[in-house]
Nanobody, 122 residues
Framework: QVQLVESGGGLVEAGGSLRLSCAAS????????MGWFRQAPGKQREFVAR????????YYADSGKGRFTISRDKSKNTLYLQMNSLKPEDTAVYYC???????????????WGQGTQVTVSS
């Protein structure tokens, strides 16, 4: 069982930056693939980015390419999402998620955080 707790959301002006964090506990994440999803009001949850915990290989949805960077700190068991050049359309609840060997978004991961709100004002 893995517990995930996000932090770092907030209100930012368009063009600004935020860094989201996701603290993982419960077990080692070796072999896990971790990622970020988001859900805007009235819309379906969408994939943002993923990273392989062991090797650090990354993959991004088109919405975040060139603006978002996913990373992890193995020593802290923490996942990050650095978001730059934020736009009002990035406003959403951002969720951290992960699972053992699961390639998201094709396969939904089992473990999810509670989400953190990001609001980008125009």
């Amino acid at each position: 069982q893995v517990q995930l707790v996000e932090s770092g959301g907030g209100l930012v002006e368009a063009g600004g930056s935020l860094r989201l964090s996701c603290a993982a506990s419960g077990r080692t994440l070796s072999g896990y693939i971790m990622g970020w999803f988001r859900q805007a009001p009235g819309k379906q949850r969408e994939f943002v980015a993923r990273i392989t915990w062991s090797g650090g290989s990354t993959y991004y949805a088109d919405s975040g390419k060139g603006r978002f960077t996913i990373s992890r700190d193995k020593s802290k068991n923490t996942l990050y999402l650095q978001m730059n050049s934020l736009k009002p359309e990035d406003t959403a609840v951002y969720y951290c998620a992960g699972d053992l060997g699961v390639i998201m978004p094709t396969t939904p991961p089992r473990y999810w955080g509670q989400g953190t709100q990001v609001t980008v004002s125009s």
